[in-house]
């Protein structure tokens, strides 16, 4: 509140002016009119003076700070300055509509609008779209309406969430392309919109500039600078809130459209207007005192008010001075370009740091401007100025905002927001909430800086670049430390310390990103590109990231904080360097543009340049740091790449000299060096980060700004230096100089034993990839594009969204490749075939994956690409496995193939000089050695290296000069000192070349020392016999290091002399160069000189190395010698791919095509017969070493094994467990086919159980039962089936809702409370079922387990503090052999196979005699064979399942009955749990026993051992005699019984019983086993009655006429002899019977269903046919009666029963006799095609609790809910809103779809799992959380998967990531 503010500021508040009451009480609306009158004269003076004098005593701004001024309780009441606000607004308004009602003023100007841009601004996250199509800018965007509006099929457009807010382009030609308009912005509507009459803004003229002054002077009197850095948040906010509706008023205004935005800009732009009103003159204090606060504002945010000093204002710069200025700016930073911010003096000068040239910016006044003077001239201005200073409330910013669609306004904010851009840097250093701070700043940067127009004009007008530069560089000067690389004492270079928060949190980036963004623009860039002052400050900065980060490798133990800066130090390089980079880069694409390119090359150099000195570098660098981040060479190189590709430019002319070149090439190849010590695990005690390093620069998202320019300018600097040179410096920085001897033992005295393997690969594959890498060298856009692809494509299927993130593309949204764009989609289909998700409705989700196209592996798969791609290396394995996989399947190659060798595209000339590494001695040397070595089985060699070695050799052969010149020896002298290994440089000579003899330095203890040689070797110690300058070399064999690098020392001579000429000065600093590096003396063991007799050359090794390859003696056969035709047509598919044995075969071939000599000595070779290779001994060490590939392969083929066995142990389990329940446990006999059950031959007397927990397998008994593993969940499914095959739709408008009445479970309940209003209450809970909704579904893995085991089992895991995905407390497990989610055990009855001999044996009794055993049997509670009295270890199981079914589910599921716990509602719940169990079974089995089958769910039913424990409990509940229906089916009963009962409610008639929960009743109160011709009594009994049910529904049904005619028609039957088994004569009677009551007093015919065949194989089974049955008669249901007393007798009992009840209502007993049987199986909800349908009504959706937008809405799949998640609105009793419904709609299971995410949620009991989304894009993928914001369409196969698990509620097996949900959802 201002109140305080007001207050502290001190000073008596002046007396407020008295006020006549009458005056106050004035209508408003009369004093408006009168004043508009007065105002409209033409001399309107007197007016105007009425209005202020008014105005001023409405919108004083001490009103409402007086009055808050007398405390905050004031405020808290309610009446305090609120209402003296509201007051105020109330007269703004009033006047503003000039007497008239406010809202019809709104009207009137609305009509006059003629703006044709849309505007509309949002905050952040609000859904917007993007059309990459109709975009000019990047940065377009559409809101949702205009989107939809206008016509974008085909687009390439996305939806996002905006992240800072924005604001809707449509209508604006500048952004996007007219043709991607909305219909409603299409039109230009301004021609026909009438003009503005002068009267109706008026008095806006007049009102607003007061009103907008009264809200600066409460920003000014509201801000208090925060006290000693205490942030006043709070107060600043509260300020902002006691604003809040005078702001919004102000939005409202921007709302109405052009013309008051016109008006409003005239108010906030007119000079004049401010200047009266604001300069604090004159006599008023309150506007003093005010006009100090400004400047006391101004004064502490380190800003001048232009009057105190003299100085420019922004405002007016003499043209000249821009860059004049910034040159004398750079010049003064000298050698460094060190700067210093202004307000910090030299505390540290005494640290050594004085050396430093410190130039303060301040030494040039233009500068200083930029940051420190501001000056403002009208009310826009200082708006903007307050809404940085209170940290850009969202309120301001949408009004100003808003008011961009003015033309004139957006000029005047944009130069204003200009000339406030260094204050709002300093106001985001200082931020507490920087995040949200960036986020509105770029709000409103976007929408100005996107215009190419604008831009251009403000950098004309206003000096935009200079401002953005010198604030980024004054920004990130305030965190610059030493840099430590190289000289740490004397180096004078500073770099970002990137722990600083400014770079942590990335402060920078709206700077940054407003900086890219006006690079995007040409006519911008080219300024800048021009600008040589602006360039070399530019080079300035980015030499502040040069080398930040610094690593140092820790050699003694690990470090104790890993620290992350790193990800720091990457994010700023990227975006701070190389983003702007890529920006100045498109723009550099034509012949036109060199002289950009010079102009960045050059200054580019100078900063290296100064780099160098300033880091003290001279040839050397240090060991063990290492800088992964060198953007000055990145720049230059990519520089240089674009001019030699795209501007024609000369390579030499933009290139330094030769000492340049080799300083340049240092960091980036020790950044290559690095990487390889990094994987070899060499930087291990530095921790994980340095790994993560290592990976990020590789990074598809990094690697085209990092590794690719650094590869690219070794590739320049390898290609101009002496490759000599070149080579030697490789293999000294990857340290493995020492290893390359001929000697089989050596001394490595900078790397350890263990490391020098993987360097030497990592050194080799870096000159495969140096020398075969194009990606600058002369491929075009398309062919990087579908190399990139490929190799990513090999590593693995991709979906199309992550081929899109791995395919670098320009990081600078203007260049390059456009995600989506056509070539990408061109190329796509061009290399690879779209696979299509598969779906298996136990499977994981697939995703739509696009995998190779078979000739790509054939042709295109490019090993030295994917390893350059990889981040991980397992990633290079799995392209190999993938690969060998496809050439055994096309059978191309058996075996284990080799990184197949691939054909380059063609050099472009100017990097031809690349080519002579490839042909330089030193290489030459070093592949002989490593061949002679690999076939010697030296240590610390690998198979990796052979491929590599063979590479080069290949390499070397494809580009080798045409003909082959031997003349090429003879160069002048100095240049020969190899002449002893080799005579040319050419390698296609120097294959055939024989070396003889050898000298090399060795420990004494290695093997050649013992051989003494000859006096005479010396002579001939090393090379060629033709060699004639022998004594020359030995001279030179001093130094302790293998004969291969004596080239090294000399080459060093020589670029000393090349330094030396260069630099005369420089003589003293540069060290003496020796090779004391490579040996310390000391160090080692004793070398001595030993002299080896090779007598090879590279093309004998080549043979002997295919002999050993193969393990073949003379395996190698030239084959030219049988096909001449090879030499002719040497591209030959045979030898493309294949192991080492055919890439030997490949050189060959192509060495002899080069040569008719080498052609000769291979065939000479192959005559001599060859000396048996020896057998090969391990050594120790090497077993050491033995591959780790190898070792991890034989582990997990050991695994594989290992699994396979327990699968198929695991398989044969479920077998005999099928096996046994399908023998002994024949199910419950209603489910299962007695035919089946009489092929079972019985065997064993007792059935016997495996226990999966301690193995014994044994029958279950009474004192140690077994029980079985299940799930019990309480089910609703049953409860969604309707009789309607309509589909539901899910509602995607207000007027579709969905209303449960026509579902299963609401009918019943419907029923039940019927039959409760009527009848007895015990009685009506028998006559039907529950668990419709909420019943008991019970599921089995099959598998069994003692009970007890299963208790110890469940304290192990109680004492498991593993987290598991379930509670144990709550009984839940998995089982132990399957691993299926369970939770609790059925114990298994101790039965004998008796059951199934009692089935089979047939009887002959009556049903008379049957009926009547049944009903003694019923009568008999001792009859069941466990006596329950004595209480066995069994029974109290059973009991304790029983208690765990009816915890499943809650109790408003099973208490139905009006006396709560009455044993009647037991005993319904438990058939219930029957019933319930049975339809669920039926539903699974598709809804029909003979078409279906048994499903999968037969497997996991376990209706048996269910129905043993129901019948036990039920039998505790013997039934009266006298209420057991039992006795109204099978007799007649005396009549006058009848009547006695009148006051008391009678019984539910029988013919309104549920029949089939009749039959479940019966059977589970018989004792069991149950015995066949007992049940098939019961079903007859029953049928009966079902067909009595039947024909009374149908006669209701009929109509009147229909009646009669069937009542005549039976009449005449009905003493034929069948008449008992004719429906005909049967409805007949009926009918007649029924007559007698009211029934058919309503009318209403309704249609009746058909019969099914379905009915003629289940009677069968039943028993209820005869056996002698013709099938040919049409059958005919009622043929199938059996009645047990006189039909007419007992009908017409059961008639009178509901004669006696439809006597009183007959509108109710008419409902309750027509009961549907037939309910369709329940489905989900149907989903519309297309996601955004669901999205754009949902999302916008109000919550009906709190009728606020949820965060997070979603719908139950269900039923249609529309629910919040998490939503604290909808909380009840701490349970949120989804876990509630699930347990309302679902009985504890929900499934929902989350509207913003797309994805489905599966909520189980206290658990849920996220599912997936059935919604998938074009190309086959989820995109979780819309990210990616393409169309979504749904999928009919994964969303059939989600309602099959539903239905066979399986979720809990399938779904494998549960976790508690705490009710929280």
């Not at 406030?420 to 507490?432: E, N, P, R, V």
């Not at 070349?993 to 020392?1009: G, S």
């Not at 699974?1484 to 209706?1503: E, F, Q």
Request: proline share 5%.
């Amino acid at each position: 509140m201002a109140a305080a503010a007001a207050a502290a500021v001190g000073g008596p508040q002046p007396p407020q002016p008295e006020l006549p009451a009458a005056g106050l009480a004035l209508d408003k609306a009369a004093t408006a009119a009168h004043l508009k009158a007065a105002l409209s004269r033409p001399d309107n003076r007197a007016g105007a003076e009425e209005l202020q004098a008014l105005l001023e005593r409405v919108l004083s701004a001490e009103r409402p700070l007086a009055v808050a001024a007398d405390g905050e309780e004031a405020a808290a009441g309610g009446g305090g300055p609120g209402a003296a606000e509201e007051e105020a607004l109330e007269w703004c308004k009033c006047l503003l509509a000039g007497g008239g009602g406010y809202e019809e003023f709104c009207a009137a100007v609305r009509a006059y609008d003629p703006a044709a841009l849309c505007g509309l601004v949002w905050t952040a996250n609000f859904v917007a779209y993007r059309c990459r199509t109709c975009g000019i800018s990047p940065c377009m965007s559409l809101c949702a309406e205009c989107f939809h509006q206008g016509d974008h099929t085909g687009h390439d457009f996305n939806m996002f969430r905006s992240q800072a807010g924005g604001a809707c382009d449509c209508g604006d030609s500048n952004v996007m392309r007219e043709s991607g308009f909305c219909r409603r912005h299409q039109i230009k509507s301004s021609s026909n919109i009438p003009c503005v009459p002068k009267d109706l803004l008026m008095m806006s003229e007049f009102v607003l500039p007061r009103f907008i002054f009264c809200l600066i002077q409460y920003l000014r009197e509201g801000y208090n600078e925060p006290a000693a850095d205490v942030p006043s948040e709070k107060d600043l906010s509260k300020v902002l809130q006691l604003l809040e509706p005078q702001i919004s008023f102000l939005e409202d205004l921007t709302k109405m459209g052009g013309a008051m935005r016109s008006v409003l800009t005239q108010v906030l732009t007119n000079q004049q207007n401010y200047k009266d009103l604001t300069s604090g003159l004159g006599e008023n204090t309150c506007a003093k005192k005010s006009h100090e606060k400004y400047l006391i504002a101004l004064k502490s945010s380190g800003l001048t008010y232009p009057e105190d000093k003299l100085v420019y204002g922004i405002q007016e710069p003499s043209a000249g001075t821009s860059t004049l200025a910034v040159q004398g700016f750079a010049g003064a930073t000298g050698t460094l370009g060190q700067l210093d911010s202004s307000d910090e003096e030299d505390q540290d000068g005494s640290q050594g740091l004085g050396k430093r040239k410190r130039v303060k910016l301040s030494s040039s006044t233009k500068d200083q401007s930029i940051m420190d003077v501001l000056k403002h001239k009208s009310f826009l201005e200082e708006l903007l100025f307050w809404t940085i200073k209170y940290e850009f409330p969202q309120k301001m910013v949408t009004f100003l905002l808003n008011m961009l669609p003015d033309q004139e306004y957006k000029v005047a904010f944009t130069k204003t927001f200009v000339q406030h851009y260094a204050f709002i840097m300093k106001t985001l250093k200082k931020s507490h909430e920087s995040d949200t701070m960036s986020n509105r700043i770029v709000h409103i940067s976007v929408q100005l800086f996107s215009n190419e127009e604008l831009a251009r004009q403000v950098t004309e007008e206003c000096q935009l670049l200079d401002i953005m530069v010198t604030v980024l560089l004054y920004m990130m000067e305030s965190c610059l430390i030493k840099s430590e690389l190289q000289d740490e004492e004397n180096s004078l270079h500073v770099v970002v310390n990137c722990g600083e928060a400014l770079l942590k949190n990335n402060t920078y980036w709206p700077l940054v990103s407003d900086f890219i963004n006006i690079l995007s623009h040409q006519s911008v860039a080219k300024k800048f590109l021009e600008d040589h002052g602006l360039l070399v400050t530019w080079m300035n900065f980015v030499s502040f990231f040069q080398g930040m980060n610094l690593n140092k490798r820790e050699l003694n133990e690990h470090v104790e904080f890993e620290s992350q800066t790193y990800y720091a130090a990457f994010a700023a390089e990227l975006e701070a360097c190389a983003q702007p980079m890529w920006g100045l880069l498109s723009h550099c694409k034509v012949r036109e543009t060199q002289e950009y390119t010079r102009n960045v090359v050059r200054y580019c150099l100078e900063a290296l340049q100064d780099w160098f000195d300033a880091i003290n570098f001279v040839d050397e660098p240090a060991p063990n740091q290492v800088t992964f981040h060198l953007p000055l060479h990145r720049y230059y190189a990519m520089f240089l790449s674009k001019a030699v590709k795209c501007q024609e430019l000369d390579l030499d002319s933009v290139l330094p000299d030769q000492e340049m070149l080799m300083k340049l090439m240092i960091h980036p190849l020790q950044i290559q060096a690095s990487l390889a010590e990094i994987h070899s695990n060499m930087w291990v005690r530095n921790g994980l980060q340095i790994k993560g390093q290592a990976m990020t620069y590789v990074q598809s998202h990094f690697c085209n700004s990092m590794i690719d320019p650094d590869i690219y300018l070794l590739q320049v600097c390898a290609s101009r230096l002496d490759p000599d040179y070149f080579i030697s410096s490789v293999f000294e920085r990857f340290k493995v100089v020492d290893l390359l001897t001929m000697a089989s033992q050596h001394q490595n005295t900078v790397l350890d034993a263990e490391h020098e393997r993987s360097m030497l690969e990592g050194a080799l594959t870096f000159l495969v990839i140096l020398l075969s890498l194009r990606l600058h060298l002369g491929m075009s856009d398309d062919e990087i594009l579908r190399a990139e692809m490929v190799a990513q494509l090999c590593m693995n299927d991709r979906t199309h969204s992550s081929l899109l993130d791995l395919i670098p593309e320009n990081p600078n949204p203007k260049s390059g490749i456009i995600p989506g764009s056509y070539s990408f989609e061109s190329v796509l289909s061009a290399v690879a075939d779209f696979k299509a998700p598969v779906f298996e409705p136990g499977g994981s989700m697939q995703q739509g994956m696009y995998t190779p196209k078979a000739e790509v592996w054939d042709q295109e798969f490019d090993p030295v690409m994917v390893i350059l791609r990889t981040v991980y290396r397992r990633d290079v394995q799995s392209a190999m496995d993938r690969y060998t996989a496809f050439l055994k399947q096309n059978g191309k190659f058996p075996g284990n193939p080799w990184p197949p060798y691939k054909k380059r595209t063609p050099l472009h000339p100017s990097y031809k000089g690349l080519m002579r590494l490839l042909h330089c001695k030193t290489l030459h040397i070093v592949l002989f050695t490593l061949l002679y070595k690999i076939l010697m089985d030296h240590q610390n060699l690998s198979e990796h290296v052979l491929c590599m070695v063979l590479y080069l050799i290949e390499l070397g052969l494809e580009n080798s000069a045409d003909e082959e010149s031997d003349e090429e020896a003879s160069v002048c002298g100095p240049e020969r000192c190899h002449d002893s290994w080799f005579p040319g440089s050419n390698l296609v000579a120097n294959m055939r070349h024989f070396i003889n003899y050898v000298r090399v330095r060795v420990p004494e203890t290695a093997p050649e020392v013992k051989r003494d040689s000859p006096a005479s070797t010396s002579s001939d110690s090393l090379g060629s016999l033709q060699s004639s300058r022998r004594p020359k070399v030995l001279q030179r064999e001093n130094s302790g290091t293998a004969q291969v690098f004596s080239l090294v020392a000399e080459r060093r001579k020589k670029f000393q002399e090349i330094i030396n000429r260069s630099s005369n000065e420089a003589n003293q600093v540069v060290r003496p160069k020796t090779s004391s590096k490579w040996s310390a003396p000391g160090s080692a063991p004793q070398l001595t000189t030993a002299i080896l007799e090779i007598k090879e050359s590279i093309l004998s090794l080549l043979i002997k190395l295919h002999h050993k390859l193969s393990g073949k003696q003379n395996s190698y056969y030239p084959p030219w010698l049988d096909d001449i035709e090879i030499l002719i047509q040497p591209e030959i598919p045979k030898y493309s791919h294949g192991d080492g044995i055919t890439a030997v075969e490949r050189i060959l071939l192509k060495a002899a095509l080069q040569s008719r000599m080498n052609k000769r000595i291979i065939e000479e070779i192959c005559r001599k017969v060859t000396p048996p290779v020896p057998p090969r001994k391990v050594t120790a060490a090497e077993k050491k070493t033995l591959d780790k590939e190898e070792r991890r392969q034989k582990a997990r083929e050991r695994q594989q094994k290992l699994l396979a066995e327990f699968a198929s142990r695991q398989k044969s389990f479920m077998e005999t467990a099928m096996d046994v329940e399908r023998f002994f446990f024949s199910d419950s006999p209603e489910n299962d086919i007695p035919m089946e059950i009489t092929t079972a031959e019985p065997q064993v007397s007792e059935a016997v159980y495996d226990c999966v927990i301690c193995g014994q397998s044994g029958p279950s008994s009474e004192d140690r039962p077994t029980g079985l593993v299940v799930l019990l969940q309480a089910s609703s499914v049953l409860g969604q089936c309707r009789d309607n095959t309509e589909p539901k739709k899910l509602p995607i408008t207000e007027e579709e809702q969905i209303y449960p009445w026509d579902t299963c479970a609401a009918v019943h309940d419907v029923r039940l409370s019927l039959l409760q209003r009527y009848f007895k209450d015990s009685s009506c809970l028998l006559a039907v079922s529950i668990g419709w909704e909420g019943g008991v579904y019970v599921q089995t893995c099959g598998h069994t387990l003692h009970i007890d085991c299963h208790k110890s089992y469940m304290e192990s895991l109680r004492n498991d503090q593993v987290l598991q995905g379930f509670s144990v407390d709550k009984g839940e497990f998995t089982c132990p052999l399957c691993r299926q989610f369970a939770n609790s055990v059925l114990p298994c009855y101790p039965g004998s196979n008796m059951e199934n001999n009692l089935w089979q044996r047939p009887s002959n009794k009556s049903l008379q005699d049957l009926i009547k055993e049944v009903e003694e049997l019923q009568g008999r509670p001792g009859a069941f064979p466990v006596s329950i009295s004595s209480e066995t270890n069994l029974s109290k199981e059973m009991e304790s399942v029983m208690k765990d079914i009816k915890n499943t589910t809650q109790k408003k599921y099973r208490d139905y009955s009006k006396t709560p716990g009455s044993p009647d509602n037991d005993f319904l719940f438990m058939y219930s749990v029957a019933r319930t169990n049975l339809e669920l079974e039926l539903i699974h089995r598709g809804g029909n026993l003979c078409s279906g089958g048994a499903s999968t769910a037969g497997k996991r039913s376990c209706l048996n051992q269910l129905f043993h424990v129901l019948a036990l409990h039920m039998r505790l509940y013997s039934i009266d005699s006298e209420f057991n229906p039992w006795g109204k089916l099978t007799q007649l009963e005396e009549m006058n019984s009848q009547l006695g009962n009148e006051e008391q409610q009678p019984e539910v008639p029988i013919l309104y019983h549920d029949v089939t929960s009749l039959l479940l009743i019966q059977i589970l109160m018989m004792p069991q086993p149950l015995r066949k011709d007992h049940f098939t009594c019961i079903v007859k009994v029953l049928f009966a009655l079902l067909y009595t049910q039947a024909l009374v529904a149908l006669s209701v049904k009929c109509n009147e006429e229909d009646r009669s005619a069937w009542k005549h028609t039976g009449a005449l039957k009905k003493n034929t002899c069948d008449a008992e088994k004719s429906y005909k004569v049967l409805l007949s009677f009926v009918i007649s019977e029924l007559s007698k009551g009211k029934l058919y007093h309503e009318e209403g015919a309704q249609e009746c269903a058909m019969e099914e065949e379905e009915f003629s194989v289940l009677s069968s089974c039943l028993g209820l046919l005869p056996t002698f049955y013709q099938t040919e008669h049409p059958f005919i249901s009622a043929s199938c009666l059996d009645w047990p007393v006189p039909a007419f007798d007992i009908i017409a009992q059961w008639c009178s029963e509901i004669n006696s009840f439809t006597e009183r209502h007959a509108e109710q007993g008419k409902a309750l006799l027509i009961q549907e049987s037939r309910w369709k199986l329940p489905h989900l909800l149907q989903l519309p095609e297309n996601y955004n349908t669901i999205f754009q009504y949902y999302h916008r959706k109000t919550c009906s609790v709190c009728t606020k937008v949820p965060k997070d809405p979603a719908v139950c799949l269900v039923c249609g809910t529309f629910v919040c998640l998490k939503g604290l609105c909808c909380k009840q009793q701490s349970y949120c809103e989804c876990v509630l419904h699930s347990q309302n709609c679902g009985a504890g299971t929900g499934i929902f779809l989350l509207v913003n995410a797309s994805v489905i949620i599966i909520i189980r009991g206290h658990r849920f799992c996220l599912w997936g989304s059935v919604y998938l894009d074009a190309h086959g993928e989820e995109d979780r959380d819309l990210r990616r914001g393409k169309p979504l369409y749904i999928c009919k196969e994964r969303y059939k998967v989600l309602e099959q698990q539903w239905i066979s509620h399986t979720f809990d097996h399938i779904n494998k990531r549960w976790g508690p949900h705490y009710n929280g959802l």
